[in-house]
């Protein structure tokens, strides 16, 4: 049966969701052959296994952490020679963290293979796996295959579910010895980002965010009651980022996060099409605005016209009474 | 010895307009309007700064793209920008990012340089990856997606900020570097920059001057191919209410209909 290379996403052994769908797509066209690296590597091995990685290939060394991308390259690569050594090697799916889509963009280039970046779903077919991709804001859907070599596909958050598959899952080395520019580029120091104890905003389910009409820092806590209620991430515009009232890492849209949950609050939100790039995909979609003629009612399946200050507190109130 | 930048500028077109798909699945360029893409801007913005803290240097806007590209030339040099290159070839229609980042490559190599700045993606394309292409094919460093940039004696240090942590970054020169939408706002053109920008120099390449043949880009020597595009279905409209004073219980209740609470 032909393999599928699944690179894997984890903080400190801790494997990220996106990984785990990624599985579930590479289960589609054959059998996952995860690898993982850095520090904590090997401990990724039994949740992959679980979902379905017949073999995990584990490296650790200071270079991962201390140089950027390039480590990732090389070590990508030997896995990539090792596994297709058997010729049978379908494709390589990398999480489309900005990370993520920088490794398979190189690996392509090295291994003269084509890449498809920000796939939202895969499938096999007769020419190599056929992957689905949002275009212009998400206002079309294309298909696309990679024709050239092994196809390198990068895949967003939230395209597949997550699905238990127990398979073998045997730990082995992979043998990397990095190249000359592996260490062009270093990492002087690294600011780990405070937790806010919500759920990721690309993972989340749930997505509350804030616009223009939050109106100040002080008033984003209107928005993250409402989250924390819900147990959702929470998300903002750019415009309310460029206005300094929250940070960048929670913007949604063009040039931020691009989210794609079950149910996404748009609160003081015009939905200009910098915006809507980056949720319009999301399956239900409501927003509260005091303006009728925004743009975002054209999306919504629910709106509210109103004070979003006198609405979204209530429907706080209310989330919480019900849910005792 | 002067600071050689060469800045990659794309010519997209307009986000606000209807962008839609051409006939051989490629973007059509014809009836949406064109622009320097506004991610490019950014990167525009920062070479100007690090010209101006720097001891003497010179500011190439490179495209790749059909004659209209030229536009996008045109407003980086009013800008501030010191000259241009503009690659253009029929045989590029078409070409993806494997294509266009190897003529780039080829064209820089032949420009000369010490630092390589892009934006952090096109806002057509919107792949990202074409920065950390260049510096794979140019075998220099990459240091990508930098919310603050400068240039030191030969050293280009930056931020990154990541999904999960900030990192200070540090690579000798040549680089690549990308720059994001945080990095600082661009400036406006002056009218004086727009007059002085029609007298700086656009220098015209094609495929041979760069030793590329046609069948290494183009539609024919793409990498990967796009099989159909559809337009997503408009959705259905949805229920709109006007808040009287129990918007917010009409939502929860909304909401718990559809099990989410």
């Known amino acids: 049966m032909a393999e599928v290379l699944v690179y894997v996403d984890h903080v400190d052994g801790a494997v990220r969701k996106p990984t785990l769908e ?6 589609r066209i054959g059998e996952p052959i995860a690898v993982a690296l850095g520090s904590g590597a090997e401990a990724t091995a039994a949740t992959l296994a679980e979902h379905g990685a017949v073999k995990i290939l584990t490296a650790d060394a200071p270079e991962f952490a201390d140089y950027l991308v390039v480590p990732k390259v090389d070590a990508l690569q030997a896995a990539y020679e090792a596994a297709s050594a058997g010729g049978s090697l379908a494709a390589v799916l990398v999480p489309s963290s ?8 190189r690996l392509a280039v090295r291994i003269g293979s084509g890449i498809i970046t920000d796939a939202v779903d895969l499938e096999a077919g007769d020419g190599g796996p056929v992957a689905t991709q949002s275009a212009f804001a998400a206002a079309f ?3 696309s295959r990679v024709s050239k070599g092994t196809p390198v596909v990068t895949v967003k958050p939230n395209s597949a579910p997550v699905e238990a598959a127990p398979a073998a899952g045997a730990v082995e080395a992979l043998n990397v010895v990095f190249g000359e520019k592996a260490t062009g580029t270093k990492v002087v120091s690294r600011t780990p980002r405070e937790s806010t104890g919500r759920p990721e905003l690309t993972e989340a389910a749930i997505v509350v965010s804030g ?10 806590s209107v928005i993250e009651a409402l989250a924390d209620s819900l147990g959702a991430a929470v998300g903002a515009s750019r415009a309310a980022v460029d206005a300094g009232w929250y940070p960048h890492s929670h913007q949604v849209g063009q040039t931020g996060k691009s989210v794609s949950p079950q149910l996404y ?11 809507r790039a980056g949720m319009q995909t999301s399956k239900t979609i409501v927003a509260v605005n005091k303006d009728p003629e925004a743009p975002i009612f054209d999306l919504v399946d629910y709106g509210v016209v109103g004070d979003l200050f006198e609405v979204v507190p209530q429907l706080t109130d209310e989330i919480k009474a019900r849910k005792g | 010895m002067s600071l050689r930048i060469v800045v990659c500028v794309k010519y997209v077109p307009d986000a606000t307009g209807d962008r839609h798909f051409a006939d051989d699945l490629t973007v059509d360029r014809d009836d949406v309007d064109g622009l320097l893409s506004e991610l490019d801007e950014y990167a ?39 000259k241009a290159v503009h690659v253009e070839d029929d045989d590029l229609h078409g070409t993806d990012v494997m294509g266009t980042s190897l003529v780039l490559a080829k064209a820089i190599e032949k420009t000369g340089y010490d630092v390589v700045l892009c934006g952090m993606a096109s806002t057509d394309g919107v792949m990202g990856v074409l920065p950390a292409i260049l510096a794979e094919r140019l075998g220099v460093p990459q240091v990508t997606l930098l919310s603050e940039v400068s240039v030191e004696e030969g050293t280009v240090k930056g931020r990154r900020d990541g999904d999960t942590a900030s990192e200070w970054l540090e690579a000798a020169l040549p680089a690549v570097v990308s720059v994001t939408d945080q990095s600082g706002e661009a400036r406006y053109p002056s009218f004086k920059g727009i007059m002085a920008a029609k007298k700086k120099p656009v220098e015209s390449l094609d495929l041979s001057d760069l030793g590329i043949e046609a069948e290494e880009v183009g539609l024919e020597g793409a990498w990967s191919a796009v099989d159909s595009a559809a337009e997503r279905p408009a959705r ?13 219980k009409q939502l929860a209740e909304y909401l718990a209909g559809q099990k989410f609470i």
């Open chain 1, 22 to 27: 990624l599985l579930t797509l590479a289960r």
């Open chain 1, 98 to 105: 900005a990370e993520g889509k920088e490794i398979a963009a």
């Open chain 1, 141 to 143: 859907t294309t298909r």
């Open chain 1, 211 to 220: 616009g223009r009409g939050v109106n100040g820092a002080e008033n984003f």
């Open chain 1, 265 to 275: 609050i748009a609160s003081g939100i015009s939905g200009a099409i910098q915006h």
């Open chain 2, 44 to 82: 525009v913005e920062q070479a100007l700064q690090i010209a101006e803290e720097a001891d003497g240097a010179e500011i190439t806007v490179l495209t790749v793209g059909p004659e209209d590209a030229k536009d996008a030339l045109r407003k980086a040099l009013s800008m501030g920008a010191d």
């Open chain 2, 236 to 248: 259905t409209a949805g229920t709109i209410v006007k808040d009287e004073g129990e918007g917010g």
